[in-house]
């Protein structure tokens, strides 16, 4: 099998959903050439005039239609948002944008189920279910195409149809991390494991390792534990941390891409993948121990030089830029039959409330466009689904860490994309547990045992009504 049969193995938008937005491409080649500015020659035009959606007016004597954009992360990534808020304003008399911002996407999400929806507003696609069964979206397929945004080449195929349901674009792709390897660069030398015979990732024509296997993995873990500390690898034991060895193993998460009951890690598949990967992480001598880890998370024992890799997403590299005497790169997940990932996507979506519609979409169109996005990218917390973005010096930054700043682009098309799970949360906290104990549990492992037990404890979460005990049966009627 190839790396992109194990990314579409995921669950992706309904098919017509797909055909329709292809529809929606040719459209935009055909009647929306002279409105396609903002994303043809890189410099965003703020405000392309559009037609009053219901409750909007127009009309010089008219005060400025006032709208509401909401959006979360770091305080560099909301201050980079208000800078694009700023710039397109600047350009527009008719209408004002305000921002609005949330902590985290949880935040967002209560909110906008709540009644609380910005105009125009950023979200996870993790909570695209939720959103359309609670009718909080209006889709943005025919509002986007009207004002010229390119679906096709300009963004990222896989990222756009992630946001593709019940036929319809329900929100525009913004941003997109997949997990990858971070590594140090002075702990994990290749070139002189390269030079001792040790079996490591191929460099290409500009010195780029791009992809390695399982075993060249496991090979940096034992190089840079060779004298005991620091340590070689931290991988969370959570669904997240494990998914990327599971599928590249040719394992399933999930019993179901798009309506699991039930976590499918028993399937002999995944319990091949869990096994080879175990080797690795269940390894004492490679991994943190319980004193290093009872006085400082994975992460910090990373900054601090005592381990060498660790998997994360794009919004580490601010942090780790920051932190001195730290020299790092990143490499995609490693490949034990194909390549394969998880990572999460970001979307612009507008209200279904809105009485703006319009003036939302032009938001949103100036929002993705090349000068716009490359604004928040700069910050180094996102890497864009805008495609010319991604290849820029505003996201690669050259002359910055990671040099491989690639492979997060690189890394899209191999991303799994999960199912919609309302108990995404309670899941979770049922079987990490369980996971904990599957990858950090001391002596012999029953890898049998432990599989079993999580996906029965997951069918409690995700098919409760059939994990139910059976009633009694009622008892006879007395006799008279």
């Known amino acids: 099998m190839s790396g992109p049969r194990a990314a579409r193995s995921a669950p992706r938008a309904n098919p017509r959903a797909t055909l329709r937005r292809s529809a929606l491409v040719g459209c935009a080649l055909t009647i929306g050439m ?38 979360y992360g770091s305080e560099e990534e909301v201050a980079a948002f208000q800078r694009v808020v700023d710039s397109f304003n ?58 010229g945004v390119d679906f096709g ?3 990222s195929r896989d ?25 140090n660069t002075d702990i994990v030398d290749f070139d002189k494991m390269e030079r001792r015979g040790l079996d490591v ?46 599928y590249s193993g040719g394992g399933q998460v999930f019993d179901d891409d798009r309506d699991p009951t039930s976590l499918a890690f028993s399937d002999d598949s995944t319990r091949e993948a869990l096994n080879q990967t175990l080797a690795i992480l269940r390894d004492p001598t490679l991994t943190p121990t319980n004193a290093q880890l009872a006085r400082a998370t994975p992460l910090q024992l990373f ?59 032009d938001f949103i169109a100036y929002a993705v466009s090349d000068a716009a996005i490359a604004t928040v990218s700069s910050t180094g917390y996102i890497v864009p689904a805008n495609t010319e973005v991604a290849a820029s010096d505003d996201f690669l930054a050259p002359g910055e860490e990671p040099a491989n700043a690639a492979a997060f682009s690189q890394g899209i098309r191999y991303m799994v994309v999960p ?29 049998e045992q ?20 059976p009633s009694e049966s009622p008892s006879e009627s007395p006799s008279e």
Request: net charge negative.
């Open 90 to 147: 600047a350009s527009s008399t008719t209408r004002q944008v305000t921002l609005k911002s949330w902590p985290d996407h949880e935040s967002a999400l209560e909110d906008v189920l709540a009644g609380n929806a910005p105009d125009a507003f950023l979200t996870s696609r993790i909570d695209l279910g939720q959103l359309v069964g609670a009718d909080a979206l209006q889709p943005v397929s025919l509002l986007l195409d009207e004002r």
């Open 201 to 246: 990732p191929t460099a290409n024509d500009e010195g780029v390792r791009e992809r390695w296997t399982l075993a060249q993995f496991e090979a940096a873990a034992r190089f840079a534990s060779r004298r005991g500390d620091p340590r070689g690898v931290w991988i969370d034991p959570t669904l997240q941390g494990l998914a990327p060895f599971i």
């Open 159 to 183: 990222a756009v149809d992630a946001f593709a349901m019940d036929d319809e674009l329900q929100c525009m792709a913004y941003s997109v991390s997949p997990m990858v390897v971070y590594y």
């Open 153 to 155: 080449d300009r963004f």
């Open 303 to 361: 900054k601090r030089g005592e381990l060498a890799m660790i998997a994360g997403f794009r919004n580490l590299v601010p942090e780790l830029r920051a932190t001195e005497g730290l020299d790092f790169d990143v490499l995609p997940m490693p490949v034990i039959e194909d390549r394969a990932t998880v990572g999460d996507i970001n979307g612009l979506c507008i209200s279904a409330d809105s009485d703006y519609s319009g003036d939302a979409a």
């Open 419 to 447: 199912p919609f799970i309302d108990q995404r949360v309670e899941l979770n906290d049922a079987v990490t547990p369980l996971l904990e104990r599957l990858v950090t549990a001391p002596g012999v492992l029953d890898l």
């Open 34 to 71: 002279g409105l396609a500015a903002c994303t043809v020659d890189g410099e965003p035009e703020p405000g392309p005039t559009s037609s009053p959606t219901q409750g909007q007016t127009g009309g010089a004597s008219d005060k400025p239609r006032r709208i509401t954009f909401g959006a």
């Open 450 to 469: 432990v599989t079993d037990e999580i996906d029965q404890v997951s069918r409690t979460i995700l098919s409760p009504e059939e994990t139910e005990s």
